[in-house]
């Protein structure tokens, strides 16, 4: 599994108040949203953050986590999921949610590492980085 984190996902009870902080108050550039359910913003070269509804968050993650936050790692196919879980799980890691269809049309699981990160391992057909960095985002929802 390649060292680096894509995406980090915050849970929100307010997306919209979240969404005017960093957008608004910080300048952050948002890449999409959806109101009152997702905003994705630009973070770092090939980076996004994820500002989710603490509902959608909490289904997503297959209950409620221990953190407001997930790291995420995207990866090219179903099967790199599966890989990268079953590499996480076989070094320590505790699988929360075994890989399977998203509600948002990828594919993902989710695995807590031996210090209580939990991280989601996801291949999102609909994730693109241009060559400068810019995260794209187009749905895939089915």
């Known amino acids: 599994m390649e060292p ?3 995406i980090l996902t915050i849970r929100a009870e307010d997306v919209a108040a979240a969404t005017r902080y960093y957008v608004d108050r910080l300048g952050w550039r948002p890449i ?3 109101p ?3 905003t994705f913003i630009q973070l770092g070269h090939a980076q ?3 500002v989710y509804a603490a509902a959608g968050f909490d289904a997503d993650a297959g209950g409620p986590l221990a953190s407001p936050f ?3 790692h995207i990866v090219e196919s179903e099967e790199q999921v599966a890989r990268a ?3 996480m799980v076989g070094g320590g890691g505790t699988l929360l949610k075994p890989p399977q269809r998203a509600a948002w049309g990828g594919y993902h699981a989710f695995v807590i590492d031996p ?3 939990c991280w989601e391992i996801a291949h999102n057909p609909g994730w693109r980085v241009a060559s400068d960095g810019t995260v794209s985002l187009q749905s895939v929802e089915g």
Do not use: F, K
């Open 36 to 38: 009152g359910e997702v």
């Open 4 to 6: 680096r984190i894509d």
């Open 32 to 34: 999409l949203a959806v």
């Open 115 to 117: 210090v209580g990160c």
């Open 85 to 87: 879980v079953d590499e």
């Open 48 to 50: 996004a953050l994820s």
């Open 70 to 72: 997930t790291l995420g």
